[in-house]
């Protein structure tokens, strides 16, 4: 089989090495670009939610380039992500006329048989082979979410603009061709030392946000315009609600122990959201909530235009804001949304929050 996937964001990296683990070829989904979001909204129902026509125009390029078999993730719960693939599906094979196979991995509760029947297929190495290569692949997502928060706290007191997303790339790149776990381990300890060496303004106190919002969007730099670091580059320190490894303990069997973070959220958003509207729409609020306690300045909503749960949240987000005194901007993102418009609509609200601060500074008697 060629089999391809979802680009989002440096995912790919450990999914590649579990597919060849599994004895596959893979057929690497392109980095999207504007041609990548064209061809997806050309074939994708008007209303579909932008990852999705992200995702259908990734496919396409993939199976440009010889793929005959997807991998992707399912859903479940009030949000059209569990309709994603079949739909898909339908799209490439019967209005496009693409020959290709689609393989949808469920979250494994409630789902756990259909699981291991696809796992037992796709699999064609002897098990103690494929766990080491999966024990390899979630080492290198440890390595990619290490290296990343380093890099958003680094970001904002750097003194040469680009130093800290240059070492972020090569050290990206590194974890990329590793092929042991002490490999890996030895390349995120080269990195986190090349991120101390960084020259930077020790002395300044960066404004703190928090960056919420749809996994997909938050995840892909290309659909989220780059927020992350155009924030690190206006002296943020970001701080992401959603790493690569919360996706993965989302979308296996780790499903089932269920993270503490994810926990916390849930329950921190039941006084404004009790009930689950799908995707990440409670977090979004429970995370708000949990920035607001522990004294971040703001906070950035991302959502994609027609996403449901994210305009749910989005609707309770001027009470929450309100309340616990938390300023939120809340990014629609879609195919028209353009990187300009959304550096001018953060800086906005950057200096908005330094305003804040500094007002703040002065109500109690200290020197803004
Ligand atoms: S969470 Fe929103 S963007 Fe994601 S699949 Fe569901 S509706 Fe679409």
Same mark, same amino acid.
């Given at each position: 089989m060629k089999i391809t996937f979802p680009h989002m964001g440096t995912s790919w990296i450990a999914i590649k090495t579990l597919v060849e683990g599994m004895g596959h070829e893979v057929?690497?989904?392109?980095?999207?670009?504007?041609?990548?979001?064209?061809?997806?909204?050309?074939?994708?129902?008007?209303?579909?939610?932008?990852?999705?026509?992200?995702?259908?125009?990734?496919?396409?390029?993939?199976?440009?380039?010889?793929?005959?078999?997807?991998?992707?993730?399912? !859903?479940? !719960?009030?949000?059209? #992500?569990?309709?994603?693939?079949?739909?898909? !599906?339908r799209i490439l094979r019967e209005q496009l006329g693409y020959d290709v196979r689609v393989i949808t991995f469920e979250p494994p509760r409630g789902h756990l048989i259909e699981t291991y029947r696809i796992i037992r297929d796709l699999v064609k190495v002897s098990f103690p082979k494929f766990l080491a290569c999966a024990w390899? #692949?979630?080492?290198?997502?440890?390595?990619?979410? #290490?290296?990343?928060?380093?890099?958003?706290?680094?970001?904002?007191?750097?003194?040469?603009?680009?130093?800290?997303?240059?070492?972020?790339?090569?050290?990206?790149?590194?974890?990329?061709?590793?092929?042991?776990?002490?490999?890996?381990?030895?390349?995120?300890a080269t990195f986190l030392e090349k991120f101390k060496q960084i020259p930077k303004d020790s002395e300044y106190q960066p404004l703190k946000v928090g960056v919420i919002g749809e996994i997909y969007v938050v995840l892909e730099p290309f659909v989220n315009l780059d927020v992350v670091e155009t924030l690190g580059h206006m002296g943020v320190y970001v701080d992401r609600s959603i790493f690569l490894t919360n996706w993965v303990t989302e979308n296996t069997f780790l499903d089932t122990f269920r993270v503490e973070a994810e926990r916390n959220a849930k329950k921190a958003a039941r006084p404004y959201l009790p009930e689950l509207v799908g995707g990440h729409g409670q977090t979004s609020i429970g995370e708000t909530v949990l920035y607001a306690k522990r004294g971040f300045d703001g906070v950035v909503q991302l959502a994609p235009f027609t996403c449901i749960p994210e305009i749910v949240a989005?609707?309770?987000?001027?009470?929450?804001?309100?309340?616990?005194?938390?300023?939120?901007?809340?990014?629609?993102?879609?195919?028209?949304? !353009?990187?300009?418009?959304?550096?001018t609509r953060l800086e906005a609200f950057v200096d908005l929050l330094r305003m804040r601060r500094?007002?703040? #500074?002065?109500?109690?008697?200290?020197?803004?």
């Amino acid at each position: 089989m060629k089999i391809t996937f979802p680009h989002m964001g440096t995912s790919w990296i450990a999914i590649k090495t579990l597919v060849e683990g599994m004895g596959h070829e893979v057929v690497l989904p392109p980095p999207p670009t504007k041609r990548t979001l064209d061809l997806g909204t050309k074939y994708s129902p008007e209303f579909a939610c932008l990852p999705f026509k992200v995702l259908l125009g990734t496919y396409l390029e993939a199976l440009e380039l010889g793929a005959d078999t997807i991998i992707s993730s399912g !859903g479940v !719960g009030p949000c059209r #992500a569990g309709y994603y693939t079949q739909l898909q !599906g339908r799209i490439l094979r019967e209005q496009l006329g693409y020959d290709v196979r689609v393989i949808t991995f469920e979250p494994p509760r409630g789902h756990l048989i259909e699981t291991y029947r696809i796992i037992r297929d796709l699999v064609k190495v002897s098990f103690p082979k494929f766990l080491a290569c999966a024990w390899l #692949a979630w080492q290198k997502l440890l390595a990619l979410d #290490a290296l990343e928060r380093e890099s958003h706290r680094v970001r904002p007191l750097e003194l040469e603009k680009g130093a800290t997303s240059r070492i972020l790339s090569q050290g990206i790149a590194a974890i990329e061709k590793a092929d042991s776990v002490r490999e890996i381990k030895n390349i995120t300890a080269t990195f986190l030392e090349k991120f101390k060496q960084i020259p930077k303004d020790s002395e300044y106190q960066p404004l703190k946000v928090g960056v919420i919002g749809e996994i997909y969007v938050v995840l892909e730099p290309f659909v989220n315009l780059d927020v992350v670091e155009t924030l690190g580059h206006m002296g943020v320190y970001v701080d992401r609600s959603i790493f690569l490894t919360n996706w993965v303990t989302e979308n296996t069997f780790l499903d089932t122990f269920r993270v503490e973070a994810e926990r916390n959220a849930k329950k921190a958003a039941r006084p404004y959201l009790p009930e689950l509207v799908g995707g990440h729409g409670q977090t979004s609020i429970g995370e708000t909530v949990l920035y607001a306690k522990r004294g971040f300045d703001g906070v950035v909503q991302l959502a994609p235009f027609t996403c449901i749960p994210e305009i749910v949240a989005k609707s309770i987000m001027p009470r929450v804001s309100k309340e616990l005194d938390i300023p939120v901007l809340t990014l629609m993102l879609d195919e028209q949304t !353009g990187k300009a418009g959304i550096a001018t609509r953060l800086e906005a609200f950057v200096d908005l929050l330094r305003m804040r601060r500094n007002r703040l #500074a002065i109500a109690r008697g200290e020197t803004a």
